[in-house]
């Protein structure tokens, strides 16, 4: 397995992602469809716009607590969606909106637990950290950085048990890949052959500190190499190259060779959290990336250039998906607050 | 002497310490922050803020941002320890803790005792606590009792900025390992504090009330709590002795049974979970030793054994209240 790692992979030695001209004149060549790339489309608007009505909400007070937004990375869990199999299990840190719209789960129920409320995905006892929808295969947002690692080995670990042949996606952050955890689950995953692939969303920084100050080895998807797992490094955003690196990575791990580690760049253009104003990093560099490598734009590049829609067909796609989240939001503050009982319900199944 | 916040008070201390002693380095995620980025190079500055303004005085080499990698870290500091440095280490959130627990409790708790009173480890890890601003079950525990728990560390709980500052130069110059805790909601709260170093020594117990009626012993952020309570209490002619025992380990023993003595009514307030928590254990003491002068069972106001809940009026509900420690003492001096 180790002549198969990273190294050898196409496409790995560059380290970042080209930049790309805005205007294509030539419909553009992507191995996707075009009803596909509408899909994506409507898929990471949800999402930004999803957190975009967050943000807004969060600045009035109407959410609390911890609030990590999701803008910018969209394509990455809208490509791992598109290459996933029914059954697939996903599990995540903190920054899981994208991943909960993406996975299927309702916006309204993700909105009504940023809440703080009844109809919360848990009932109001988690917040934006904490949510879990085992009908979608989702297996929590989780707060403690690095535990997804573990714990993703583990639901491969369950499949494996089982006999079926589905994968679990386990994503964390690139601050998240120098916990001990998970190399010490890169390891038992390596040993026992297990269906899981470890995304690193690379998105440059873990709180304040840029990616080359906290870590010593760069180029993430080489993190497994020590153990014989094959790595690869995709641009996070470009939803396509995404899905079809996530495919590949997806498929090595059906066809029951291993684990295998996908690291995706890309980039947040928000703050780490809501109380974060990001003086680390200048406006150019976020303006920069907005202008020029902006998921949601390329997309609607490739698709108008493509002739597939106009500017007014996609207009219309970015109404309804706004009269989505504005649904979303206005359910969230009218579902009643948490019934105090709920304070002592579900420590345990049984006393 | 100006009026402080506990964010300023605790920047002091680590400030003049570091001034005073180069053996002194801090260490921890984004308690510099901006590294290797275009921006501003000390723009976070501790999570909250509370160390910025050290990496621009004292350089990278005293002042390290770390990887996400606590047991690595704070093992580091244990170690570097070991050899005389004075490192303070900021594990963010004590939840954290449970990645790192071995390098507290297995090593640095242990080396004096297990190696014959020949290894010395004065490493301080500052870490933030508590409940109240909606972080949720896995950034709003207590967790010191465990950490009390464990003979070989020290256990500081600040109840304000003047012991802050206090407490956390004691427990730099403290040749022990020590866990010094912050809470996350009171790093705005003010009081006047002396510009200069000054220590408060461990294991002696603060009155910040005193009164014939009742004791109530409180920690931590509790102890303000216990204080608002007392003052409205005492318009109502009910006078309560606060004890703030200030460290859990070492424990002030002599001071809280003295005062539970004194007024033979017993009020213990710990946002800690109830079960074996400092509460537990301090009505343990008191019954052992002044049960002949109880004149009432004591009271505890805790929260509920649960995880912290998100939402607000659940957090609200869970968090012992000062109108929760009032309507407590009122059942203890009736009673
Ligand atoms: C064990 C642990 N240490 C520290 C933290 C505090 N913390 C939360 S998020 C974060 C940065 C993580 O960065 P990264 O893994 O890159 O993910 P991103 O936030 O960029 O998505 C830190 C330090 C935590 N939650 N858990
Ligand atoms: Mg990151």
């Known amino acids: ?351 | 002497m100006s009026r402080k916040s506990i964010r300023q008070a605790i920047n002091e201390a680590l400030a003049l310490e570091m001034r005073r002693d180069a053996r002194v380095v801090v260490m921890g995620e984004d308690i510099s922050g901006g590294m290797g980025a275009p921006g501003e190079q000390d723009a976070w500055g501790g999570p909250l803020g509370v160390t910025k303004g050290l990496m621009p005085e004292f350089g990278r080499e005293r002042v390290l941002d770390t990887p996400i990698s606590e047991s690595a870290f704070i093992g580091a500091a244990a170690g570097a320890a070991a050899t005389g440095l004075r490192p303070v280490a900021e594990l963010m959130f004590v939840d954290f803790m449970g990645v790192c627990f071995d390098q507290i409790f297995n090593q640095a708790a242990k080396f004096r005792y297990m190696f014959g009173g020949k290894a010395v480890t004065p490493l301080v890890v500052r870490t933030m606590y508590g409940a109240g601003l909606s972080a949720a079950s896995q950034h709003s525990q207590c967790l010191y009792p465990i950490f009390t728990h464990i003979p070989g560390l020290k256990v500081v709980l600040p109840s304000s900025a003047y012991e802050a500052k206090g407490l956390l130069i004691q427990a730099i110059r403290d040749d022990d390992p020590v866990i010094f805790f912050e809470h996350k909601a009171m790093y705005d709260e003010e009081e006047e504090v002396p510009d200069e170093a000054y220590t408060i020594p461990f294991g002696e117990a603060n009155l910040t009330r005193e009164g014939d009626d009742v004791t109530i012993v409180a920690f931590g952020r509790m102890v303000q709590f216990a204080n608002q309570a007392a003052d409205k209490l005492e318009k109502d002619g009910i006078s309560c002795t606060v004890v703030d025992p200030r460290t859990t380990s070492p424990l002030d023993e002599d001071t809280i049974i003295e005062m539970a003595e004194e007024t033979g009514r017993v009020v213990i307030v710990d946002e800690a979970s109830p079960r074996c928590n400092m509460a537990t254990d301090v009505s343990a003491l008191i019954t052992q030793n002044a049960f002949g002068a109880l004149k009432a069972p004591i009271k505890m106001v805790t929260p509920p054994h649960t995880p912290v809940p998100f939402a607000a009026d659940l957090e609200r509900a869970y968090i012992p209240s000062p109108e929760k420690i009032e309507a407590a003492v009122r059942e203890v001096a009736a009673a």
């Open chain 1, 1 to 351: 397995m180790t002549s198969k790692s990273a190294a050898s992979e196409p496409g790995t030695s560059k380290p970042a992602p080209a930049k790309r001209k805005a205007g294509v004149s030539a419909p553009p060549k992507t191995g996707a469809t075009p009803e596909e790339l509408l899909e994506y489309f409507r898929a990471m608007l949800l999402i930004r716009r999803f957190e975009e009505k967050a943000g807004q909400m969060y600045g009035m007070g109407l959410i609390g607590g911890f609030c990590h937004l999701y803008i910018g990375q969209e394509a990455v869990v809208t490509g791992v969606q598109a290459a996933l199999g029914e059954n697939d299990a996903i599990i995540t840190t903190y920054r899981d909106h994208g991943h909960m719209l993406a996975s299927g789960m309702d916006p309204r129920g993700v909105m009504a637990e940023l809440t703080g409320r009844r109809d919360g995905y848990s009932r109001g006892k988690g917040g934006s950290m904490h949510m879990f929808a085992r009908e979608r295969n989702f297996y929590g947002g989780h707060g403690i950085v690095g535990a997804s690692a573990s714990l993703g080995t583990g639901i491969a670990f369950a499949n494996r048990y089982r006999g079926n042949d589905q994968v679990c996606v386990t994503y964390f952050g690139d601050g998240a890949a120098n916990q001990g955890q998970v190399f010490e689950s890169f390891n038992m995953a390596a040993l026992w052959s297990l269906p899981v692939v470890y995304i690193i969303e690379n998105n440059q920084y873990a709180m304040g500190t840029a990616v080359t100050r906290s870590t010593a080895q760069t180029k993430l998807y080489k993190r497994g190499e020590a153990f014989g797992i094959p790595g690869q490094q995709t641009d996070g955003m470009d939803v396509v190259a995404v899905r079809d690196a996530a495919r590949k990575a997806i498929g090595h791990c059906r066809k029951k060779k291993g684990p295998y580690v996908l690291e995706v760049l890309t980039y947040r253009y928000r703050g780490h959290s809501m109380s974060d104003p990001a003086k680390y990093r200048t406006r150019e560099e976020v303006n920069k990336v907005r202008s020029e490598r902006d998921p949601i734009d390329h997309v609607r590049e490739l698709l108008i250039a493509g002739g597939t829609a106009d500017e007014a067909a996609l207009k219309e796609i970015d109404r309804e998906v706004k009269a989505l989240v504005t649904e979303a939001a206005d359910f969230g503050q009218q579902s009643p607050e948490p019934d105090p009982a709920e304070l002592y319900t579900d420590v345990l199944m049984t006393l």
